[in-house]
């Protein structure tokens, strides 16, 4: 047998035992990330208690003074104090609608969703100031895609990017080839497949408890832990300070915030949006209740529920961007998107409505959305979802 033959198959019989390796220690090892282990994010205020699984001890009376500088949200001294000591998560999560309900993403503090290939969605959870209470379980957890690395780059030039793989077809659609171009590999960047199970692990049982499966594709199993993987990156060095001794806010720009106020009579009660035609399963649905002065979103027609916490998925700010759709583009139908340059933006918070345009000039920096005027929007203060839609789309607004 020649001698490169050999080779490719002493590599497929290392992969081989090392995968099931990991899918054993996973299933077996008992942590934070099995559903005996799950836990929410952390609330305060009057009446409520600490609760037992928290890696804080905050106080129910302790004031919410401290501003995120991602959504604004305010949080506590003591949460604050935690994450000025690290850099924000930017986490791959799928939305295939077999791998639902996802673990974790009421606790993001912005969410990205667009089309990963052929009509699916993809979520791209950033992780900062509402994950600092909790050693929280997130997945199921996904590949690269190249316009999601161009928007973590606006949680500066080196996230803690985490995902399994990526696309790396010889095209424009190569993550992996991007990821070690922008000097990510082997320090701030967290693909599953150089990380051990402390960091990420399989696990099939959320999925067969929820849907009543025997089976579970393997593909929709990848669990992480938020507090894994910020030691991980700590040992690494890449704390808020990298170790050229730069701060991680250095190349971050914070958006502009406000109080939100819910309108005495909202302008859009619901938004519905379609990102692939016939695809009813991806289908999002936005409602918003002016007691909460939320939007509670709907995914494929029902309740779109975190498995963490049990509850439908919420934002105080939901904007629909509207950017230049190229594809498909090879046989695995890979789209692409425009992610600089200017383009037109519909906001929704405090029950209005809000035409805008955005702007990106370069890679890391940060998309900014402003009116009609040209004068900077301020968002309310609160989790903030992005719906990357094509120039041509057409939501419903009710």
């Known amino acids: 047998m020649p001698a490169k033959y050999k080779y490719i198959g002493a590599l497929l019989v290392i992969y ?31 009446g409520e208690t600490p609760r037992a699984n928290t890696l804080l ?5 302790e004031p919410k003074s401290e501003v995120c500088p991602i959504n604004g949200a305010y949080y506590t001294k003591i949460e604050k104090a935690v994450w000025e000591t690290r850099r ?5 999560i799928e939305n295939h609608h077999e791998s639902r309900p996802q673990l974790g993403l009421s606790s993001a503090d912005v969410v990205y969703e667009a089309i990963a290939e052929g009509g699916i969605t993809r979520f791209m ?6 994950a600092q209470a909790d050693s929280l ?19 500066s030039k080196y996230p803690i990017y985490v995902h399994v793989g990526g696309a790396n077809t010889p095209n424009k ?20 497949f150089g990380l051990s199970v402390k960091e990420c692990k399989r696990d099939d049982s959320v999925l067969k408890k929820t849907l009543n499966l025997d089976y579970v594709p393997v593909e929709h199993t990848m669990h992480c832990n938020t507090e894994a993987l910020w030691k991980l990156a700590e040992k690494r060095k890449f704390t808020a300070t990298d170790p050229k001794g730069d701060l991680w806010t250095k190349t971050f720009t914070s958006w502009k915030f ?7 009579t909202p302008q859009a009660k619901s938004v519905t949006l379609d990102f692939w035609a016939d695809f009813t399963q991806y289908t999002v649905r936005w409602d918003y209740d002016s007691t909460t002065n939320k939007y509670t979103r709907s995914n494929g027609g029902t309740q779109h529920i975190d498995y963490n916490t049990g509850k439908p998925l919420q934002a105080s700010v939901v904007i629909l961007q509207y950017i230049k759709e190229t594809g498909p583009i090879d046989e695995e139908k890979h789209m692409l998107y425009g992610t600089t340059g200017t383009g037109k933006a519909t906001i929704f918070q405090d029950g209005k409505q809000i035409e805008a345009k955005w702007s990106k000039a370069k890679r890391l920096d940060r998309t900014v959305f402003t009116d009609l005027k040209g004068k900077e929007i301020q968002f309310s203060r609160g989790k903030i979802w992005i719906e990357e839609l094509p120039s041509t789309a057409e939501p419903k607004i009710e």
């Open 16 to 46: 081989l035992a090392t995968t099931a390796g990991s899918f054993y220690a996973f299933k077996n090892l008992v942590g934070t990330s099995g559903p005996a282990g799950l836990t929410s994010p952390i609330t305060t205020g009057t």
């Open 137 to 155: 379980t997130i997945g199921p957890v996904r590949s690269a895609r190249t316009y999601f690395l161009d928007w973590a780059s606006e949680y």
């Open 88 to 92: 924000p998560l930017v986490v791959m």
């Open 125 to 130: 959870a950033v992780f900062y100031c509402g």
């Open 57 to 61: 001890t905050i106080d129910p009376s």
């Open 173 to 192: 659609a190569n993550a992996l080839g991007q990821i070690e171009d922008y000097g990510w590999a082997g320090s701030n960047d967290m693909n599953q």
């Open 258 to 264: 406000a109080d939100g106020a819910a309108a005495a």
